[in-house]
Nanobody, 124 residues
Framework: QVQLVESGGGSVQAEGSLRLSCKVSGDRVASLYVAWFRQAPGKERQVVAQ???????YYADFVKGRFTISRANNENALVLLMGALKPNDTAMYYC??????????????????WGQGTQVTVSS
């Protein structure tokens, strides 16, 4: 059973930075299809970035050039570096993982395992 635990969220001012981490247990992060999603109040959960096989990466247009997703294999974790944050980046951020192939971009329903989320709040 894969378990995911996010950390690193918090409150920052616009143009600030945060590093989110998702600790993986029960499997190796290197062998999983992994992603970060976010969900703002009253809105649907949306993919932010994902890593598929052969480390192919997808970024949503609204984070391109500002966020970087990576696997930290030595920590068995998934990392999201967030820069130039904007108030509309405010949301709960979730780590997701799946042992099998998922499309790119993938809907939330394609991922089997989820973390509990970490809140990111950006003030202007």
């Amino acid at each position: 059973q894969v378990q995911l635990v996010e950390s690193g969220g918090g409150s920052v001012q616009a143009e600030g930075s945060l590093r989110l981490s998702c600790k993986v247990s029960g499997d190796r992060v290197a062998s999983l299809y992994v992603a970060w999603f976010r969900q703002a109040p009253g809105k649907e959960r949306q993919v932010v970035a994902q890593i598929n096989g052969y480390d192919t990466i997808y970024y949503a247009d609204f984070v391109k050039g500002r966020f970087t997703i990576s696997r930290a294999n030595n920590e068995n974790a998934l990392v999201l570096l967030m820069g130039a944050l904007k108030p509309n980046d405010t949301a709960m951020y979730y780590c997701a993982a799946n042992p099998m192939w998922v499309p790119k971009p993938a809907a939330a329903s394609k991922y089997e395992y989820w973390g509990q989320g970490t809140q990111v709040t950006v003030s202007s």
